[in-house]
């Protein structure tokens, strides 16, 4: 059974910092490129960051770029979002997904977690 499983969300302060996990099950999860996402209240789910099948490649969405870092590490089927700097605006279920290629583009995603919260408030 294919699964991703998000965890390391929370409730922190602006300025704090925050860790996600993805931890895949049930596929070879070095083929694939992983991407995070985000949805918050009442908007459309926006892609944060990806990072390609062996990880040489990376993206990030201008919003996260130089506070938040995608890394994996396939021998142990993870993948992981450092968050920095996190501001109010940070504040979204996050989700992560496996897609073929390298890409932002949610229709291309063929595997999605159920999603984790960060909740970034004083």
């Known amino acids: 059974q294919v699964q991703l499983v998000e965890s390391g969300g929370g409730l922190v302060q602006p300025g704090e910092s925050l860790r996600l996990s993805c931890a895949a099950s049930?596929?070879?999860?070095?083929?694939?490129?992983i991407g995070w996402f985000r949805q918050a209240p009442g908007k459309e789910r926006e892609g944060v960051s990806c990072?390609?099948?062996?990880?040489?490649?990376?993206y990030y969405a201008d919003s996260v770029k130089g506070r938040f870092t995608i890394s994996r590490d396939n021998a142990k089927n993870m993948v992981y979002l450092q968050m920095n700097s996190l501001k109010p605006e940070d504040t979204a279920v996050y989700y992560c997904?496996?897609?073929?290629?390298?890409?932002?583009?949610?229709?291309?995603?063929?595997?999605w977690g159920q999603g984790t919260q960060v909740t970034v408030s004083s």
């Open positions: 990072i390609s099948s062996f990880g040489g490649s990376t």
């Open positions: 049930g596929f070879t999860l070095n083929y694939y490129a």
């Open positions: 997904a496996a897609a073929g290629v390298e890409t932002m583009y949610e229709d291309e995603y063929d595997y």
